[in-house]
C-alpha cells in the first residue's frame, strides 16, 4: 500500500507548493485535497491548494508529474444530507470529479455525507437520511460504471459514520458496483462510529483510507462532532484503535491510503513507520 499526505502541509499555499513539500519529505503519492466548481479566487491567486474542477485534467496531472506525485484520489466531499440547491457541493461537481478522474487514469473519487445543516435534514430518520443520500449519489454511480471509477463514501456524518447507515446507503443504490468506501479511521471514531467495525463489514468495498489517531483530549467531544478535519499526532499514539483496523485491512490489497495530519515532517514519518510496522 502506498501512504501519501493530504495536500494542506502549508497555510495559504498553492497545490504546487504543497506537492514540492510533500516530494522533499519522500512521498510520492496525494489526493487532490481540495476542489472547486468553476473559478477560485484564492486559488488563482495561488494561496489556497484547490484545483478546479473545470480545469485541464492533464494539466492536474503534469502538475504531479513535475514533483515525481501521483494522483490517489480525487477529493469532492459534498453536502449530501441537506437540500439541494446551487450553493452546495453536491451531485453536479461530484460528477464534474467524475469526469477529471477517467480522463487521467484516478481510480476513485472520493466523497461524503456530512452533518445536516438544515432543520429540514436534522429532523430526518436514519432511513430517510440515508435515501436522500442515495439519491444524489445515483446518477454519479452510474457514470463511475461507465468510466470505469468508483465512488467511494467516506464516513463523515450521522449515516456514514456507523455500520447501519452504510448498510442503508447501499441497500438503497442497490449496492452499485462503482460504489466503495474510504475509510476515515478518526471520523468513524468521532461520529461514535467504530472503524475496526466498518473495518470487517466492508472489508471488500474499502479502497482508500484516511489515516487519522486522535489525542486523549478528543474522548469527551466524542458523539458530538462529525469528522475531525486533521490531527496532530502520530498514527499509533492516540486513542483510535488503528492497530485493529490494520489487522483487518493488511491483506486487502487496498493500493494507496493518506496521512491526514498536519505536524512537522518527523510526525509523518513516524506515522507511516507505525503503519508499516502495522503490515500496511
Not at 33 to 62: E, H, Q, Y
Given at each position: 500500500?502506498?501512504?501519501?499526505l493530504?495536500?494542506?502541509?502549508q497555510?495559504?499555499?498553492?497545490v504546487e507548493?504543497?506537492l514540492?513539500?510533500?516530494s522533499?519529505?519522500?512521498?510520492d503519492?496525494?489526493?487532490?485535497?481540495d476542489?472547486?466548481s468553476g473559478?477560485s479566487?484564492?486559488?488563482?491567486?495561488?494561496?489556497?491548494?484547490?484545483?478546479?474542477l473545470?480545469?485541464?485534467?492533464?494539466?492536474?496531472k503534469?502538475?504531479?508529474e513535475?514533483?515525481?506525485?501521483?494522483?490517489?484520489t480525487i477529493c469532492?466531499?459534498a453536502?449530501?444530507?441537506?437540500p439541494?440547491k446551487?450553493?452546495?457541493?453536491?451531485?453536479?461537481?461530484?460528477?464534474k470529479?467524475?469526469?477529471?478522474a477517467?480522463?487521467?487514469?484516478v481510480k476513485?473519487?472520493v466523497?461524503t455525507?456530512?452533518?445536516?445543516?438544515?432543520?429540514?435534514?436534522?429532523?430526518?430518520?436514519?432511513?430517510?437520511r440515508?435515501?436522500v443520500?442515495a439519491?444524489?449519489?445515483y446518477e454519479?454511480?452510474?457514470?463511475a460504471?461507465?468510466?470505469?471509477v468508483?465512488?467511494?463514501l467516506?464516513?463523515h456524518g450521522p449515516?456514514?459514520?456507523?455500520?447501519?447507515?452504510?448498510?442503508?446507503?447501499?441497500?438503497?443504490?442497490?449496492?452499485?458496483p462503482?460504489?466503495?468506501?474510504?475509510?476515515?479511521?478518526g471520523n468513524?471514531w468521532?461520529?461514535l462510529?467504530?472503524?475496526?467495525?466498518?473495518?470487517?463489514?466492508?472489508k471488500?468495498?474499502?479502497?482508500h483510507?484516511?489515516?487519522?489517531?486522535?489525542?486523549p483530549?478528543?474522548?469527551?467531544?466524542?458523539g458530538?462532532?462529525f469528522?475531525t478535519?486533521?490531527?496532530?499526532?502520530a498514527?499509533?499514539d492516540?486513542?483510535?484503535?488503528?492497530k485493529?483496523v490494520?489487522?483487518?485491512?493488511?491483506?486487502?490489497?487496498?493500493?494507496t491510503s493518506?496521512l491526514e495530519i498536519i505536524?512537522?515532517k518527523?510526525?509523518?514519518?513516524?506515522?507511516?513507520?507505525?503503519?508499516?510496522?502495522?503490515?500496511?
Amino acid at each position: 500500500m502506498k501512504i501519501g499526505l493530504f495536500l494542506l502541509i502549508q497555510a495559504f499555499a498553492s497545490v504546487e507548493q504543497q506537492l514540492k513539500l510533500a516530494s522533499e519529505m519522500g512521498f510520492d503519492c496525494a489526493d487532490v485535497t481540495d476542489t472547486n466548481s468553476g473559478g477560485s479566487m484564492l486559488g488563482t491567486a495561488g494561496f489556497s491548494p484547490t484545483i478546479s474542477l473545470d480545469d485541464n485534467p492533464f494539466d492536474v496531472k503534469r502538475l504531479f508529474e513535475k514533483y515525481n506525485m501521483t494522483i490517489s484520489t480525487i477529493c469532492a466531499h459534498a453536502n449530501l444530507l441537506d437540500p439541494t440547491k446551487p450553493s452546495h457541493y453536491s451531485t453536479p461537481e461530484i460528477m464534474k470529479a467524475i469526469h477529471m478522474a477517467a480522463a487521467i487514469g484516478v481510480k476513485d473519487v472520493v466523497t461524503t455525507d456530512s452533518e445536516p445543516h438544515s432543520e429540514w435534514a436534522a429532523k430526518l430518520t436514519m432511513e430517510q437520511r440515508a435515501f436522500v443520500i442515495a439519491e444524489k449519489l445515483y446518477e454519479p454511480c452510474r457514470l463511475a460504471a461507465d468510466y470505469g471509477v468508483r465512488v467511494l463514501l467516506e464516513p463523515h456524518g450521522p449515516v456514514t459514520d456507523s455500520v447501519e447507515g452504510l448498510r442503508l446507503v447501499f441497500k438503497n443504490l442497490d449496492n452499485a458496483p462503482a460504489l466503495g468506501i474510504n475509510l476515515d479511521t478518526g471520523n468513524s471514531w468521532i461520529g461514535l462510529g467504530d472503524p475496526v467495525a466498518i473495518a470487517k463489514e466492508f472489508k471488500s468495498k474499502i479502497h482508500h483510507i484516511h489515516w487519522k489517531d486522535l489525542g486523549p483530549e478528543w474522548v469527551e467531544k466524542r458523539g458530538k462532532a462529525f469528522g475531525t478535519g486533521f490531527s496532530n499526532i502520530a498514527i499509533g499514539d492516540g486513542v483510535v484503535d488503528i492497530k485493529g483496523v490494520c489487522e483487518v485491512l493488511k491483506d486487502a490489497n487496498i493500493e494507496t491510503s493518506t496521512l491526514e495530519i498536519i505536524a512537522p515532517k518527523e510526525v509523518l514519518l513516524k506515522s507511516v513507520d507505525f503503519l508499516r510496522s502495522c503490515g500496511m
